[in-house]
Each structure stands twice: as C-alpha cells, then as structure tokens.
C-alpha cells in the first residue's frame, strides 16, 4: 500500500516562512511527478508547484520568487519551502505524486491527507 505522510503545517506570521514535506511511503516502482496543491475556505483546490524526477519544477504564477520545491528522490520525499507568507496562503495544503505501483502498470495519483497552514498575526 502506498501512502503520502504530509508534516510541517501550523500557524505562523505574516512575513514568515514555514516548510512543509511529504514523504511517500509502501511498495511501488516509481515516483514520477510530485506537487502540492493548497484550498481555502469556500475556493477550489489550486496547484501550489510540481516537480518531475528530473526536477523540472513549475509554480503557479502568483507564487513564483516566495515558494520552492525541492526534492530528495532518495528519501521519496518533497518539501514544499515557503517564504514571505500572506495571510491569502492560508489554506489546507495537500501532497500528491504520480506513482507506478508496479513495472507494467501505469501512474495513478496519489494524495496525502493534507496540512493546514495558517496566516496570521
């Protein structure tokens, strides 16, 4: 069974940063894609950044320059490092990964039980 640990949510002031990470666990063959989505109250789910195994990396426009997605491959794990927090960033921060269960099956999409992060002061 393949699972997605999300840490590192909490409460923080604004201006501050937080880093949250996302470590996938079980029996599977590869990890392809693994981003980080974010909803807030009363608005839809919206990609946060992905990140290729490659490390080919894409952000969401409004976050580019105060959010980043690092990466460790050996340790399955993604981190989601976030600077110069508004309180517009609240919002309940969920991981995913596209993964391959097995040689011969395709990636499906797996998710983690989401964070919340919260902006205030």
């Known amino acids: 069974q393949v699972q997605l640990v999300e840490s590192g949510g909490g409460s923080v002031q604004p201006g501050g940063p937080l880093r949250l990470s996302c470590v996938a666990s079980?029996?599977?063959?590869?990890?392809?894609?693994m981003g980080w989505y974010r909803q807030a109250p009363g608005k839809q789910r919206e990609l946060v950044a992905v990140?290729?195994?490659?490390?080919?990396?894409n952000y969401a426009d409004s976050l580019k320059g105060r959010f980043t997605i690092p990466r460790d491959n050996a340790k399955n794990t993604v981190y989601l490092q976030m600077n110069s927090l508004k309180p517009e960033d609240t919002a309940a921060y969920s991981c995913n990964a596209k993964i391959r269960r097995t040689i011969a099956s395709f990636e499906r999409d797996f998710w983690g039980q989401g964070t919340q992060v919260t902006v205030s002061s």
């Open positions: 990140i290729t195994s490659g490390g080919t990396t």
């Open positions: 079980g029996s599977f063959f590869s990890i392809n894609d």
